[in-house]
């Protein structure tokens, strides 16, 4: 966590050239907590700092800095210093702050690379976003099949400070195509005159290039891999894609669905709330407040509609806001369930029939529950109400009772078929936010309402 205290004694320590010091700060502290604090400090000050630090933790540091302080550094930063930079960060870490620089500086920067760097970085910037390759590392071990196992630890031993990860090998043929994985401990275990093929398994789980990237981390997650292969359309592997980088990739879905659920646009944040502009969270958010602010002038339209009903029966408005938050509520209940069996590959658009009956079911027991206490609350706490004498209060209880239950049996089934039908539509069904579920709902409600207050009472 960052600590703002400790920004002027860093600075304090600087300004006296207290290097021992500041190196001690370094070696006591991760990576990530010295990032976090070098965030707070002038691109000249982290500087100073980060040539205090071995060049692997170096890179390590810079790696987990806000991604326009890096772009920062390097756009500053000696050729030497850079390039030294570059060379240790990982494939991924690399191609992605290259994503980020301007065309000019990244490409004056790819000429500091060796040529097999630098393909690599044109290579990995070259895939689509939220695609696998797009997020991929290219530090991975190979074996071959015909490798012997005293062979391949050797070479692990030898290749381990370049790789992201070595606790699984991957065997390809002689073209580079996948054929199989190795473990570590499987390595360790065998007999050292052992052939790899005779240790490897076969039933590899893999991703290609072009797979979404969610889908990608949801193997990882699925079948807890430390680390997924990923191939091009020739079965050729092509890089890996680690489980942290799974995780950051199932937060920032995770982060995009919710807030779409709750009508917020753009793209996710990789910064902390305190630290984004309040601009752009305006941005965010303004889109989706206006929509709904004119769907809800239509709300009052139809209200409108039946001001002689409301006339007639003031009471009737008095419980007009537990009909429209009831109906609202299921039906996000519903969207929600749905949403989620739905981002867990539970349920697919053929299976409408079966999710509109399971709901209808589920919204006919909660009808009961709430039209049994509509009943009781109107006949228990509006005797004291001005009713016309042509009109009982049991009446009135019965069509806020029905109104009720058949706005929950609607919104709940709505609420339900919404996503299955986005998803028939090839639209993304996290866009059929919650609030906007809820301002639909609320304008279908008004009108079962009053129709039935009609139909009933006459009015």
Known sequence: MKNPILVPELRELLRKKRLAVLKEFIDEHHEREIAEYLALLRPDEILKILN???????????????????????????????????????????????????????????????????????????????????????????????????????????????????YYSYVTDEGGRLIGFVSLRNLILSRPRQRVESVMKRDIIFAHVDD??????????????????????NERLVGIITYDDAIDIIRDEQTEDMERLMAISGGVESKPYLDI????????????????????????????????????????????????????????????????????????????????????????????????????????????????????????????SIALSVQVVWSTVFGAIIPIVAIKLKLDPAVISSPTLATLVDMGGITIYFTIARLILGI
């Open 277 to 400: 502009p309040a601009f752009t969270h305006f941005k965010k958010r303004v889109v989706w407040v206006v929509i709904l602010a004119v769907l809800g002038l239509v709300s009052g339209f139809i209200i409108e509609g039946f001001r002689d009903s409301l006339e007639q029966l003031i009471i009737l408005t008095f419980y007009l806001p537990l009909l429209t938050s009831t109906g609202g509520n299921t039906g996000s209940q519903s969207a929600t369930v749905v949403l989620r069996a739905i981002a867990l590959n539970e349920l697919f658009p053929e299976d409408i029939g079966k999710v509109v009956v399971k709901e209808f079911i589920v919204s006919a027991m909660l009808c009961v529950c709430l039209g049994i206490l509509a009943y009781a609350r109107v006949l228990l706490l509006s005797k004291a109400a001005d009713i016309p004498p042509q009109f009982t209060l049991s009446a009135i209880a019965t069509v806020i």
């Open 212 to 233: 979404d990237r969610e889908k990608a981390a949801g193997l990882i997650a699925e079948y807890d891999l430390i680390a997924l292969p990923v191939v091009d359309h």
């Open 52 to 166: 205090l630090a071995g060049i692997y933790k170096r890179a390590e540091i810079f790696s987990y800095l806000d991604m326009d302080v890096q772009v920062e550094l390097v756009s500053g930063e000696s050729k030497k210093n850079v390039a030294e930079l570059l060379m240790q960060m990982s494939p991924d870490d690399r191609a992605d702050l290259f994503q980020h620089l301007e065309k000019g500086v990244a490409d004056k920067l790819l000429l500091l690379l060796p040529l097999n760097e630098r393909l690599d970085v044109i290579r990995l910037t070259s895939y689509l976003e939220k695609t696998a390759g797009a997020i991929m590392t290219t530090d991975y071990a190979t074996l071959l099949e015909t490798d012997r196992v005293e062979q391949a630890i050797k070479k692990l031993r030898r290749d381990a400070p370049s790789k992201e990860t070595i």
